[in-house]
T-cell receptor, first 113, second 114 residues
Framework: DQQVKQNSPSLSVQEGRISILNCDYTNSMFDYFLWYKKYPAEGPTFLISISSIKDKNEDGRFTVFLNKSAKHLSLHIVPSQPGDSAVYFCAAISGGGADGLTFGKGTHLIIQP | EPEVTQTPSHQVTQMGQEVILRCVPISNHLYFYWYRQILGQKVEFLVSFYNNEISEKSEIFDDQFSVERPDGSNFTLKIRSTKLEDSAMYFC????????????FGPGTRLLVL
């Protein structure tokens, strides 16, 4: 049962253009969402997060949008840079405390020069 | 910038052997986690630890797994009798109480069971 879905295994974007990574979830109890970036042989690196009480959060080149009614979130990277090439994971959690994150399968973003 | 560290980076073991994976969470963090990622699959939650006890665990975390915080800095995951299917990357993460829900991950230990 995939509670967090990233339906695009890979995405290729030209350098300088916008990258849009999508994530859908099924569990309406999720109230906090995070994006992590991962290079091969490294651990996930936190990028940006959003609480369910917001619909947008921006940090530099990264913006996350949340559409609760559609149970959909997206990560926008603009402009895309070569160093952005990595696997991006969407993760979600419900409640506070010690709950574990539920991850999607990831999207491999490739930035073309 | 503080970071989560993990040792060893790689471990090869024979099936049936015990392994201990070690983690040093970020200082002052109070919540600790173990996750694993089997090759080609998603990152999966194993267990969380708070106030010197297990808080949550997934169905993956069966009796062959245990966690411990033996001192004020280390957090360990023990697999008592490894199986071939335990081969995976194991990630430790930590979170500061009051810092929202952001968990910070270590670089991982690649475990290969032969």
């Amino acid at each position: 049962d995939q509670q967090v879905k990233q339906n695009s295994p890979s995405l290729s974007v030209q350098e300088g253009r916008i990258s849009i990574l999508n994530c859908d979830y099924t569990n309406s109890m999720f109230d906090y969402f995070l994006w992590y970036k991962k290079y091969p042989a490294e651990g996930p690196t936190f990028l940006i997060s959003i609480s369910s009480i917001k619909d947008k959060n921006e940090d530099g080149r990264f913006t996350v949008f949340l559409n609760k009614s559609a149970k959909h979130l997206s990560l926008h990277i603009v402009p895309s840079q070569p160093g952005d090439s990595a696997v991006y994971f969407c993760a979600a959690i419900s409640g506070g405390g010690a709950d574990g994150l539920t991850f999607g399968k990831g999207t491999h973003l490739i930035i073309q020069p | 910038e503080p970071e989560v560290t993990q040792t060893p980076s790689h471990q090869v073991t024979q099936m049936g052997q015990e392994v201990i994976l070690r983690c040093v969470p970020i200082s002052n963090h109070l919540y600790f986690y173990w996750y694993r990622q089997i090759l080609g699959q998603k990152v999966e939650f194993l267990v969380s630890f708070y106030n010197n006890e297990i808080s949550e665990k997934s169905e993956i975390f069966d009796d062959q797994f245990s966690v411990e915080r033996p001192d004020g800095s280390n957090f360990t995951l023990k697999i008592r009798s490894t199986k071939l299917e335990d081969s995976a990357m194991y990630f430790c993460a930590s979170k500061s109480q009051g810092a929202g829900e952001t968990q910070y991950f270590g670089p991982g230990t690649r475990l290969l069971v032969l």
